[in-house]
């Protein structure tokens, strides 16, 4: 069965830095995968998602994510942090016909 | 504009007084599916539809009930709430991909829901 765990339900870092945010995935198939965003009092939205063509990913607001099936992971990333970035992120993983949400991260940015 | 929409957005109820959340999506996908959202769980699906008049269970479907009789509305339906249900409940919509999977979900503005 598919499934995601994202590693660490908080992170916190300064304006202008790198953010990391790490999603691991499990599938029997190759897998579809998605990283959304929840700014507060709102709902999702798509960031990115990799459905087996590249292996680098690139999303809106200069997020990116890398697919490495050796590590099964797909991790989302941007180069300089932003106050507007604070939000909830979720990766996710398509089986067949669901959509397996990890816990998500909350992502806070510091002046 | 493409949307997803829901009603109410905000709600606060009795135990046992049966409520509707309704769902619009006017981008004639055929699949549609409810979540909630609680602290530390992330999202988890309720229900879910792939085309009008078929439906199936999510990973929480106690307690919930929903329909599909037209290809854009899809309405979550609290028999009897019960304080368990108090969360914050949104509505998605999708597209299949040429494999037949769920393609990228538009998800709803959310529904805060609080059981007395």
Request: with cysteine; aromatic share 12%.
């Amino acid at each position: 069965a598919q499934s995601v765990t994202q590693l660490g339900s908080h992170v916190s870092v300064s304006e202008g830095a790198l953010v990391l945010l790490r999603c691991n995935y499990s599938s029997s198939v190759p897998p579809y995968l998605f990283w959304y965003v929840q700014y507060p009092n709102q709902g999702l939205q798509l960031l990115l998602k990799y459905t087996s063509a590249a292996t680098l990913v690139k999303g809106i607001n200069d997020f990116e994510a890398e697919f490495k099936k050796s590590e099964t992971s797909f991790h989302l990333t941007k180069p300089s942090a932003h106050m507007s970035d604070a939000a909830e992120y979720f990766c996710a993983v398509v089986n067949t016909d669901k959509l397996i949400f990890g816990t998500g991260t909350r992502l806070q940015v510091f002046p | 504009e493409a949307q997803v929409t829901q009603n109410p957005r905000y709600l606060i109820t009795v135990t046992g007084k049966k409520l509707t959340v309704t769902c619009s999506q006017n981008m004639n996908h055929e699949y549609m599916s409810w979540y909630r959202q609680d602290p530390g769980l992330g999202l988890r699906q309720i229900y879910y539809s792939m085309n009008v008049e078929v439906t199936d269970k999510g990973d929480v479907p106690e307690g919930y009930k929903v329909s599909r009789k037209e290809k854009r509305n899809f309405p979550l339906i609290l028999e009897s709430p019960s304080p368990n249900q108090t969360s914050l409940y949104f509505c998605a919509s999708s597209l299949f991909t040429s494999g037949g999977r769920t393609d990228t979900q538009y998800f709803g503005p959310g529904t805060r829901l609080t059981v007395l």
